[in-house]
């Protein structure tokens, strides 16, 4: 294990090349995934009479839940063991694992589905804390925002790629196509290569990106133990101590809770857009897929542009800025019309300029503020709260589209996540809380 050089090109292009690797995943998961489960998996009068779309956006929320529990223990693990590295391959794999296991799930298997699906996607959110955590160890006050913009970037492009590849397929299959494929055999096929892509790039990457720091011993009194058992509760322990610190930082609390909010809004809209599609605007997969096609990559150029208006106008303006247009994004789904791909279009195209600023920025802002040598404990917090803000936008979604029978009231709904989340965000004072970081060292 050595000491990280920051700023060092290669391995920043390494720890970026992550981001190209599980991409593949998470745009299938809703460009493919979940209108496929909307057409192939739900019978068409519904499961138990629950809509697909109710049930994706209920299955989003109890996801959340679990990783809400979950997230902050392995990082403070990660911390504690030095074994960042480590913990990220393993993560990724299994979760690549069950994103190959998804197509063989037969058709209104509806409960199996499910379990894979959340599953796959436990796997590449815990990876993501370690991912994350390695940011403050690669760069500078100066250059982490245009990095985690980078890292964005390469997400953006290689699920783009990969999409393009996937959209083909599609595109050639059913009755008039030329691979002989259904279009339900071919949302399989793409389906199961996004575990390959996410496994094998996820190994290539790690070549160029070292281990860092050393372990530390498991303290005395934890030795009579079992291993998982010592950590879970080191983990738990490390958790709660830093729950109890973060109280005597209000910015960094507050800077926590407008990210709460807003993020909940952008999550919802990503993660139930394809089954929106599906079940209230009427479009086919390939349609919904070119749709996350244009966001892939108008947000690699997204993810640049906000890390370039960061550096002029600071992190926490651009998010505000980006926020607006969020809110704007909301309403306009609303009113789309049904059968018609064109508007869905527009607004995907939109959708991709702020997706990277949004998520780029609160990550480089978020890693401004901590102290780098609990990095992954903090980042399994900032994980921890971002899956507490997206039980709440899926959940309200899901009762307010069972209660009225459509999804279009329920998009409107997220609307009062970016007004709070901007609100809240306004009121942070970014200097103090960087200033504050030096008193960490003393706990």
């Not at 527009?346 to 609990?374: D, F, H, K, T």
């Amino acid at each position: 294990m050595t000491d990280l050089v920051r700023n060092d090109r290669k391995t920043i292009f390494a720890w970026a090349m992550y981001d190209w690797a599980n991409s593949a995943f998470i745009v299938t998961l809703g460009a493919v995934v979940a209108p496929f489960f909307a057409e192939a998996i739900v019978p068409e009068e519904g499961w138990h009479g629950w809509s697909a779309e109710t049930i994706w956006a209920a299955v989003v929320s109890i996801g959340s839940t679990i990783l809400f529990v979950a997230m902050p223990v392995i990082g403070a693990i990660a911390d504690f063991n030095s074994a960042k590295r480590r913990f990220l391959r393993n993560c990724a794999v299994a979760g690549g694992i069950m994103a190959l296991a998804l197509p063989f799930v037969p058709d209104g298997a509806v409960p199996w589905f499910l379990v894979v699906a959340v599953t796959a996607h436990i796997g590449f959110v815990a990876a993501n804390v370690f991912y994350d955590a390695f940011l403050p160890g690669l760069t500078t006050d100066d250059t982490v925002d245009r990095v985690s913009s980078k890292g964005y970037a390469f997400g953006y492009v290689g699920g783009g790629l990969y999409l393009v590849f996937g959209l083909a397929l599609l595109l050639a299959s059913g009755d008039d196509g030329l691979t002989g494929l259904s279009t339900s055999g071919a949302a399989r096929v793409v389906i199961f290569g996004s575990g390959l892509w996410w496994i094998g790039f996820t190994l290539y990457a790690l070549r160029g990106l070292p281990e860092v720091g050393e372990a530390s011993p498991v303290p005395t009194r934890y030795r009579h133990m079992r291993p998982w058992r010592a950590y879970a509760t080191i983990g738990f322990g490390r958790t709660l101590g830093t729950a109890r610190k973060l109280v005597g930082y209000p910015q960094l609390m507050l800077f926590v809770l407008a990210f709460i909010f807003y993020n909940d809004g952008a999550v919802t809209v990503i993660n139930i857009s394809g089954s929106y599609a599906s079940e209230t605007l009427g479009l086919g997969i390939a349609e919904i897929s070119g749709a996350f096609l244009i966001v892939q990559f108008v947000a690699f150029g997204g993810a640049l542009f906000f890390g370039v208006l960061a550096d002029r106008i600071g992190a926490k303006q651009a998010i505000i800025w980006s926020l607006v247009v969020w809110a704007l994004v909301a309403v306009a789904a609303y009113f789309l019309p049904a059968g018609q791909a064109l508007p869905f279009y527009v607004i995907a195209v939109v959708v991709g300029l702020v997706m990277g600023g949004v998520q780029a920025l609160s990550r480089s802002l978020y890693a401004s503020m901590i102290p780098e040598q609990a990095s992954a404990e903090f980042f399994g917090f900032f994980s921890v709260f971002s899956k507490f803000s997206a039980i709440w936008g899926p959940l309200v979604f899901s009762i307010v589209s069972h209660r009225t029978g459509s999804g279009r009231p329920a998009i409107l709904s997220i609307v009062a996540f970016f007004v709070v989340g901007g609100f809240l965000l306004a009121r942070v004072n970014v200097d103090r809380a960087r200033a504050d970081r030096a008193r960490w060292e003393g706990h």
